[in-house]
């Protein structure tokens, strides 16, 4: 006669059923031992939360994932769905996954979770997890299950089909859909665990971050002089200094790289170890986009770095912030802002040809020094320049500092030596 199936649900008006199931369940004698799951049915609400963030105060008020006003990641789930992956990184139909939509679990007032259901077969049949909806996945009684933000066992980047101008390296999208938080379960589950965890009073699913957030402030101001704490221009000012040109007559695209990876592996926790090569982000699809006024306030800073900014250059726009994991296979001494400018007599062009052409603009290359590899990190950049520096870019004046030409068929962008006054990474 088969073994009666016993439907189990824990919550905190289920107490004394929980209980009496443990009660009649097998006992360990070994502490810390996860005792056999006995073939059943368990159901549960589960809480989801990730690891905050580095740097992070706990006094910010949270939203849902990375809080863009404090510019730091919290622990709060920031989608609607999570998925159960089954522990291989198979990349066909072997591999096993469900989908599973957030909601508000019933045992902890404003937090949201998800609803797992997982049967246990009797004579070793191995196990079914089921979401609400009845859509489930079936695992042998070895396998083991983890959890994680995306739906598939690599995280993989999107490469555009235009490279980098100079050394022809591989361009990343920066595509919403594949550059997002990066969460994954600590623990994989087998299935003793995961019945244990479903008979758990208010479970709870602990994710780690494996990516890590930027945002980039790039501007030319008035160095007045070392040590100085405020540092501005007007486009007046600019102007007279400038042959009359202003600062919406330069035209800026950046690139930074290339530590970022072309594949995540999502069961091992790692990049893909043949990646050896890495890749750039570029701002506003690799086209050139007119100087814009930016201030940045240093003054909450250490006392070397303290100071407010006025200037003109490329700021990421407001509460967004690039969200990629970080090839750990090439050094952070490596990681670099490669900053491709260029004139026009005409301020804020919008002819398409000319933004989207490197013809006639000039590069330079500005390291950043104590960058590290940290995931769960939101990394702000900030390079002041001094904005006489840009003569270089004017018609009739040389290119002072010019260390190298690329070669090309056409008039290929000119690399020239200018350095940042400051340099900060928060």
Known sequence: MAIMKAKIFNGLLAVMMVAGFLSCSDESNEIGKVPSA??????????????NGDGSDANISSTRGLDPDGGVFTEDYPYDYIYVHSDDNYE???????????????????????????????????????NEAGESIHLNDDQSVYFSTIP?????????????????????????????????????????????????MAPVITLARHCTGFRVYFMFTNVRSEGSTSNMIDEYEWADNMNGYSPYNFYIKLYFGPNFAHKYDMLNNS?????????????????????????????????????????????????KYLLSPLNSNIPAEEFSLYAFVKFSTVANNTDAEFLSSDAGSKYFQATI??????????????????????????????????????????????????????????
Not at 38 to 51: F, L, Q
Not at 274 to 291: I, K, L, M, R, S
């Open 271 to 319: 990049v893909v170890t043949n990646d050896v090569e890495g890749g750039y982000y570029a701002t506003n699809n690799q086209t050139y986009q007119p100087f814009e006024y930016m201030e940045y306030d240093f003054t909450g800073g250490s006392s070397s770095s303290k100071g407010h900014y006025w200037g003109y250059g490329y700021l990421t726009d407001d509460n």
């Open 38 to 51: 006995k073939p059943g049915v368990y159901s549960m609400d589960i809480t989801v939360s990730a690891a």
């Open 152 to 200: 598939t066992p690599f995280w993989e980047a999107t490469v555009a089909t235009t490279p980098t101008p100079v050394s022809l390296s591989d361009v990343f999208v920066d595509d919403p859909d594949v550059n997002l938080e990066l969460l994954r379960s600590k623990e994989d589950y087998s299935k003793d665990e995961l019945v244990a965890l479903l008979q758990e």
């Open 369 to 426: 020094p104590g960058m590290t590899l940290e995931l769960n990190r939101v990394h702000f950049i900030i390079l002041a320049f001094h904005y006489e520096d840009l003569k270089a870019f004017l018609p009739g004046e040389d290119a002072s500092g010019v260390s190298t030409r690329a070669a090309g068929a056409w008039d290929a962008p000119q690399k020239i030596d200018i350095k940042p006054y400051k340099v900060i990474v928060k």
């Open 92 to 130: 066909d139909d072997r591999h096993q996954v469900l989908k599973v939509p957030l909601k508000e679990v019933e045992f902890c007032g404003d937090c949201r979770g998800i609803h797992l259901e997982c049967e246990v077969m009797d004579d070793g049949n191995g196990y079914t997890i089921s």
